[in-house]
């Protein structure tokens, strides 16, 4: 299956990058290479890095940005290893880094995956097809009280708990294999009246790939990382598809812009902690009209940048 070029808040995110020729550059969510592309075509002696943990976006971004040779460096490895994987191939301080977190169009589209809830497939779910944990080991072998806690908190789900005891008393017959078993169980769960808004399945399978590829944990545990690798003046554009995510990402850039822990009435900071930068989007930038017309994905897209000091 061809994968789909399209990049939520493209001219936005190169803008806020403010690209130096010259400069080092990384995707940690390269996906299909469409921000990628944009950031080669500005380089002259700079280079790029990619990173991604899908073999096929590996594949796919890798022949988009053929053109710019060896101008470009493509990884398989998750972000939160950035670090190390550039200090392997001999790099310690970037310009400019951009994710673009979430699961790709791609993922989304390949009915065997098992991300899309529009598909009868087998429960997946892995961003990394290496990793051990799938959708299917999470469904059938979680216990009722963790599936509301990660539906409930990772899916913001009002129906969460109702959910799990459905899972847990259906499994009790038989394993649920695929991503039409789960919709019939999650639309039994919900009542009627309430299934007017958008798919039954959507925030249950929004969850459960959370927990799958531990993406909120990932992005947690590196943002200080990646904000310690840019280069003075370097900036990290993130672009965000849930409150979750947005909260996180927001509190991080919050707390290195400001991370004095002084009580308000010291007169001067004793604390030492030094600003490493500031927020450059004090209110995240969103897509334009143009864009939501023709992306509907993009809908919920919110982009955030950091500019190191």
């Given at each position: 299956m061809e994968f789909k070029h399209y990049s939520v808040?493209?001219?936005?995110?190169?803008e806020q990058l403010d690209i130096k020729p010259e400069g080092i550059y990384v995707d940690g969510t390269l996906g299909g290479g469409g921000h990628a592309f944009e950031v080669c075509k500005r380089l002259t002696t700079g280079h790029?890095?990619?990173?991604?943990?899908d073999d096929a976006a590996i594949c796919a971004a890798g022949e988009r940005l053929a053109p710019f040779g060896d101008k470009v460096t493509i990884l398989r490895d998750n972000y939160c290893n950035m670090r190390a994987a550039l200090a392997a191939c001999g790099v310690d301080k970037v310009d400019g880094i951009v994710l673009d977190l979430g699961v790709s169009s791609y993922q989304l589209d390949t009915e065997d995956r098992g991300f899309s809830y529009r598909f009868d497939a087998p429960l997946d779910m892995?961003?990394?097809?290496?990793?051990?944990?799938?959708?299917?080991d999470i469904v059938n072998g979680y216990s009722e009280g963790e599936l509301y806690r990660i539906i409930r908190d990772y899916g913001e789900e009002q129906f969460a708990k109702n959910i799990a005891k459905h899972i847990v008393k259906t499994r009790a017959d038989k394993p649920i294999e695929?991503?039409?078993?789960?919709?019939?169980?999650i639309r039994a769960a919900i009542p009627a009246k309430m299934r007017q808004n958008g798919h039954p399945s959507k925030q249950t399978f929004q969850a459960i790939r959370i927990e799958c590829n531990r993406e909120l944990e990932v992005l947690k545990t590196t943002l200080d990382d990646l904000i310690e690798l840019l280069n003075p003046g370097g900036r990290l554009c993130i672009i965000t598809f849930h409150s979750l995510e947005d909260r996180i990402v927001k509190t991080a850039f919050r707390k290195n812009e400001n991370p004095c822990t002084c009580p308000p009435e010291f007169p001067v900071c004793v604390c030492g902690k030094v600003s490493k930068?500031?927020?450059?989007?004090?209110?995240?930038?969103?897509?334009?009209?143009?864009?939501?017309?023709?992306?509907?994905?993009?809908?919920?897209?919110?982009?955030?940048v950091f500019a190191r000091k």
């Open positions: 808040l493209l001219a936005e995110t190169i790029f890095y990619g990173i991604d943990q892995r961003m990394d097809r290496r990793a051990n944990l799938t959708a299917r695929t991503t039409f078993e789960l919709n019939e169980i930068g500031s927020v450059i989007t004090k209110k995240p930038i969103l897509p334009g009209e143009k864009e939501l017309e023709e992306n509907s994905r993009s809908k919920s897209a919110k982009l955030r």
